[in-house]
């Protein structure tokens, strides 16, 4: 009776949609062009054999041997397993997924051996980097969605995508055909691959998530056949969320999804896709922690590095006044709204088959959307010379706005000249209005219970995109005795314009705990009655700080080809390449010293906008052509062994921002390795070197923040990566990755004075060494399974010229997946059991080269203790 209840709403459902649809079905029916199997014959559309149109309840349904799955990213033939590919590729099904419960879309890559992953600012915004590549960034990496780019560029592509209920599966490349089947991919692609449409029979699930810190997600998917060729499937998800840290905000939003597929007598389809998301994301930069005489790094009394969070109430709105040619006199910063991203995504996928042996295909996607990021980044700017006591801040001999100029005088002197009647100098709550004056002495010093203040940059940054991308083109299979050839041709174009506003950022005075107080400070006479405030509303300065204002427009057509041959039933031969053409164009606002006058009205002793946007822009243009090729060679020695080795050339584009027209980066990678297959051991440990020439990227500048400073290096990474699944038992086994690699930089060059030694150093947040091991427990009955997992970080350093070294650390986590019946399953993810501490990068805002003062320095922690449960009901 249950079961029939529970049914009928998904037969109305289903009739319902049945006749919305079918209109759409029947135009798409009328297309001349169809696709002669699920497989992209390019490599870029979902794997041949996942056929799956559900979600995994439980984890424990993994594949006992992995290696002979077919994996399509990063091969073209359609026909390649892990163990006899040529290139180093992971697979990782919907159940690993949800044994790993990421808590963002970065963590997810944590399953891919090699890949660090710096999954500290939140649900977004995070930085990845693969092979000893540096990190604090997104390049050379890619990630797709069914086999497209989610992104031309490949940085900022979690903003736009985040994994849910809908993934059936995740496939990545590391190097190989990576730079020459997907642009700016060179060090890797990362696929996330969808379920496929019902053709059969109506499906649906539904996963309800809950977080120890306050999150909230409820997923949904439904899949149904309109008529035998014709099906279609809804998914995405709700959520409110808290974040991992402490904070007064929800921050709410939704993703959904929409695929319409037909299918055709000949074998092929045509698939429409829609994706909408709207949602808002915390967002986490640095904080301070202090630094005791052994060492050893600790939290701030009063904020928690594991659990704590500088914003809160107090940063949720400001009025900064903005550069006039901007053409807003203010322009609002609001914490509350974190990361705020709209986009929507349409895409068709098209395959004919010609004949027997030759298919058509072509892949079509456009993208328009923007992000809207309302983010504070404490000790940015001032550093950590701005991070001093409450006492030093009111004392004009040791305050460290003592430096900053007003107009030219010093900024004390200029509030001496305002408020002339001033005896001393005072703190005010922005909220309470309650004052602090400098004699207070004992008060200052109790503040929080450590008596600090610093100074922290609201940097508000707007980015519209609007990314148009293709890729054509046809396969030929060959067949002749022993020989077996997959040839692929086609053509890539991409269409990028964005346009930039990160102006109008300031700098305020806050204190040193959880959801932290702003504060103005004021003059105060002999009766410590308020004369004025020389701040606004807290605010210190105004004027640009980052990227400034710009907009560009990148132009890419690329040419590629990739052959896949096999001699017999053992010798694997593939070679590819792709030649690129871009353009690139970008207007960059002109910065300067603008004397024009913050409206009528503001408070403080600061009466300009500072150096901002100057009205005017500066445009540069450069083409670039550039050429990635790749070849490799496996031989299966035997059933159980097979060896392959491969060399690949590519490169990075650099796009266009206020970084300018640099040319592409090159990047060179070997590497060979060893495959083992059999039903206790399904290992790979492979080999690799990376070579890297003229790495281009951009940071802040303490010396001059309002202008991006422009770095190029190069660097050589020699590593070892280990990947091996042991299952000695029915009931337990036990999964390896780690990887072990030495990178050094080389030639390094600013394009501005930066003091420092690099050569020789290692790259900024790149650890030499990483590893995972998660035993796992299967229990009877296919009632689910237990398991552990613990990772290690080696040291890194968080800065090019390796002032400040971040100790190793380890993460031990536990879950759980529990079968309550064939339909319903329980999941449970406690991460980092321990609560320990751990750091992944410093203070990319103070310079090239850190340094801890006066017991201090600003970084990013780990999160600590939290747990995460799911159900997951099939109907």
């Given at each position: ?281 915390p967002y986490y930069a640095d904080m301070p922690f202090q ?146 004056p400098a004699s207070a002495t004992g008060t200052l010093n ?268 190069n660097s050589r990474t020699n590593g070892v990566q280990v ?153």
């Amino acid at each position: 009776m249950a079961r029939a209840e529970a049914a009928a709403p998904v037969r109305r459902m289903t009739a319902a949609l049945k006749a919305s649809l079918l209109l759409g079905g029947a135009l798409v029916g009328s297309a001349a062009f169809a696709q002669t199997t699920p497989v992209d014959p390019a490599g870029q559309q979902g794997a041949g054999e996942v056929n799956a149109t559900q979600p995994a309840t439980s984890s424990a349904t993994d594949d006992a041997s992995p290696q002979n799955d077919i994996i399509v990213t990063g091969n073209t033939s359609g026909k390649r397993t892990l163990f006899d590919s040529s290139s180093n590729v992971t697979l990782a099904t919907a159940a690993d997924i949800l044994r790993k419960a990421p808590r963002s879309t970065a963590e997810t890559l944590e399953l891919v051996p090699g890949i660090f992953v710096e999954a500290t600012a939140g649900p977004i915004s995070n930085n990845y980097s693969v092979r000893g590549l540096r990190g604090g960034a997104q390049t050379f990496i890619t990630l797709e969605e069914d086999g497209m780019p989610i992104l031309y560029g490949g940085g900022g592509a979690d903003f736009y995508f985040q994994q849910d209920i809908t993934t059936a599966r995740l496939e990545a490349v590391e190097g190989g055909t990576s730079g020459v089947l997907a642009p700016n991919g060179a060090g890797a692609t990362i696929n996330f691959i969808s379920l496929k449409p019902s053709y059969d029979k109506a499906v649906a699930s539904a996963r309800f998530t809950g977080a120890t810190y306050g999150d909230l997600r409820a997923d949904g998917y439904f899949s149904a056949p309109i008529t035998d060729s014709l099906a279609f499937s809804v998914g995405g998800y709700i959520q409110s969320q808290k974040g991992v840290r402490r904070t007064p905000f929800s921050f709410n939003g939704y993703n959904f999804k929409a695929i319409l597929e037909k299918k055709f007598d000949d074998g092929g389809t045509i698939r429409l896709t829609y994706k909408r998301i709207d949602q808002s994301n915390p967002y986490y930069a640095d904080m301070p922690f202090q630094v005791g005489g052994n060492g050893d790094i600790n939290s701030i009394r009063g904020l928690d590095l594991k659990t704590g969070d500088v914003g809160g109430r107090y940063f949720s709105q400001f009025l900064v006044p903005d550069s006039p040619a901007t053409g807003n006199a203010l322009r609002t910063f609001s914490s509350n709204l974190g990361i705020k991203v709209k986009a929507n995504t349409y895409r068709i996928d098209i395959d004919k088959p010609v004949s027997q042996a030759v298919s058509l295909f072509a892949h079509l996607r456009y993208l328009d959307g923007s992000y809207d990021f309302n983010g504070i980044f404490p000790g940015s700017g001032a550093g950590t010379a701005g991070l001093t006591s409450a006492v030093n801040y009111l004392n004009p001999n040791t305050s460290p706005l003592a430096s900053v100029s007003v107009g030219g005088v010093p900024y004390f002197s200029a509030a001496a000249a305002v408020f002339p009647g001033a005896t001393q100098y005072g703190l005010r709550d922005i909220r309470t209005g309650a004052v602090i004056p400098a004699s207070a002495t004992g008060t200052l010093n109790g503040l929080n219970g450590n008596g600090l203040l610093q100074q922290t940059v609201l940097n508000h940054q707007y980015l519209s995109t609007k990314d148009f991308g293709a890729n054509v083109g046809g396969k030929w299979d060959v067949t002749s005795g022993a020989i077996n050839n997959s040839l692929t041709v086609g053509a890539m174009y991409y269409n990028v314009r964005r346009n930039n506003d990160q102006s109008a950022t300031a700098t305020v005075i806050n204190d040193v705990t959880n959801n932290s107080h702003v504060y103005d400070l004021v003059a105060l006479n002999g009766q410590n009655q308020v004369l004025g405030s020389l701040t606004n509303n807290g605010v210190v300065n105004y004027g640009n700080w980052g990227q400034g204002l710009f907009h560009d427009e990148v132009n890419s057509i690329a040419g590629y080809f990739n052959d896949e041959l096999r001699v017999g039933d053992n010798l694997h031969i593939d070679f590819g390449a792709r030649y690129e053409h871009e353009h690139v164009g970008v207007h960059i606002g002109d910065t300067a010293l603008v004397n024009a006058a913050v409206p009528m009205g503001t408070p403080g002793i600061v009466r300009d906008v500072g150096s901002t946007f100057a009205g005017t822009y500066s445009y540069q243009a450069a083409s670039y052509n550039k050429l990635a090729y790749t070849g490799g060679i496996n031989y299966t020695l035997t059933r159980h062994f097979s060896v392959y080795v491969r060399g690949a050339y590519g490169f990075q584009t650099n796009g266009g921002d206020t970084g300018g027209t640099h040319k592409p980066t090159a990047l060179t990678l070997y590497e060979g390795g060893v495959r083992y297959n059999s039903a206790l051991l399904n290992a790979s440990v492979i080999g690799f070197r990376t070579e890297i020439n003229d790495l281009s990227y951009q940071f802040i500048n303490p010396t001059n923040p309002a202008i991006q400073t422009n770095a190029v290096a190069n660097s050589r990474t020699n590593g070892v990566q280990v990947d091996a699944d042991i299952k000695p038992v029915s009931f337990f086994s036990l999964n390896v990755i780690g990887v072990y690699q030495d990178p050094k930089l080389t030639n390094l060059v600013f394009d501005a004075p930066i003091a420092g030694t690099y050569d020789g150093n290692t790259p900024e947040r790149t650890p030499k060494k990483l590893l995972t091991v998660t035993p796992s427990f299967i229990l009877p009955n296919g009632l689910g399974e237990i398991y552990g997992r613990w990772k290690y970080i080696g040291k890194i350093f968080a800065d090019s010229g390796n002032g400040i070294a971040l100790p190793a650390y380890s993460v031990f986590s536990v879950g759980a997946n529990f079968n309550l019946t064939s339909r319903v399953g329980i999941n449970v993810s406690v991460d980092n059991l321990t609560d320990a501490k751990g750091f992944t990068e410093g203070n990319p805002r103070q310079g090239q080269t850190q340094s801890i003062v006066g017991g201090y320095f600003y970084g990013r922690a780990i999160y600590g203790r939290n747990a995460v449960v799911s159900a997951t009901i099939k109907l």
